[in-house]
């Protein structure tokens, strides 16, 4: 079975700092794909980024970037230039590239802003 | 358009009574998913159906759980004899595809149900 580790339960950065969340996970498939969604206090489940186990480079959106290690099955998120938005729990995520479409969670990592 | 919407906001209920949430998906979107997230985990898969029929229910924790999609839009789960211990956040996604093949298909979040039961 596949398990994902967030394990830093709670984080914290100064506003416009750069913030690294870590997560590991453990498979034994060749073909899956690796989420990052945050969940603000309205619970609310936001996409932030998405990695292809196949590509090589790592994604990238705006301000949000990760550090897809597949041999060591790391994927840590990279948030530069943190804003007071950023602040919420966020939750790297696991599916197998086909047939079976559930998301794997991991237990989640607060992250807070600190003006 | 329209995100993924789920009523109510919040349920509570005593222990022992039955209860239905609803999840209404965004158009068009054929998967749609049932997770439970329990207070300071992440959510855990329950359900998961493609267009009206239950693809994976490996998720349900027993047979109090039940979850249907009659017409392969709104989907209802239901619980039966309700236990303080199914108090949680019940969590709907829906994705534009899903099935066998390959994708890389989103799954759009709803808001949620929180279910308390005393």
């Known amino acids: 079975a596949q398990t994902v580790t967030q394990s830093q339960p709670e984080m914290s950065v100064q506003e416009a700092e750069t913030v690294t969340l870590s997560c590991t996970y453990d498979t034994s498939e060749s073909d899956y794909y690796l989420f990052w969604y945050k969940q603000p206090p309205s619970r609310q489940m936001i996409l932030v980024i998405r990695?292809?186990?196949?590509?090589?480079q790592n994604a990238t959106e705006n301000r949000f970037s990760v550090n897809f290690q597949k041999a060591a099955k790391s994927f840590s998120l990279k948030i530069s230039d943190s804003q007071l938005g950023d602040a919420a729990m966020y939750f790297c995520?696991?599916?197998?590239?086909?047939?079976?479409?559930?998301?794997?969670f991991g237990t989640g990592t607060r992250l807070t802003i600190i003006p | 358009g329209a995100g993924v919407s789920q009523t109510p906001s919040n349920k509570v209920t005593e222990k022992g009574k039955y209860v239905e949430l609803r999840c209404d998906p965004i158009s068009g979107h054929t998967a749609l998913y049932w997770y439970r997230q329990s207070l300071g985990q992440g959510p855990e898969f329950l359900i998961y159906f493609q267009g009206t029929g239950a693809a994976d229910d490996s998720g349900l924790p027993n047979d109090r759980f039940f979850a249907v999609r009659p017409e392969g839009s709104v989907s209802t789960l239901k619980i039966q004899r309700t236990e303080r211990g199914d108090s949680a956040v019940y969590l709907c996604a829906s994705s534009p595809l899903g099935g066998a093949g390959k994708g890389t298909d989103t799954q759009y979040f709803g808001p949620g149900t929180r279910l308390t039961v005393l």
């Open positions: 995520a696991y599916r197998r590239g086909f047939g079976n479409e559930k998301l794997t």
């Open positions: 990695q292809e186990a196949y590509k090589q």
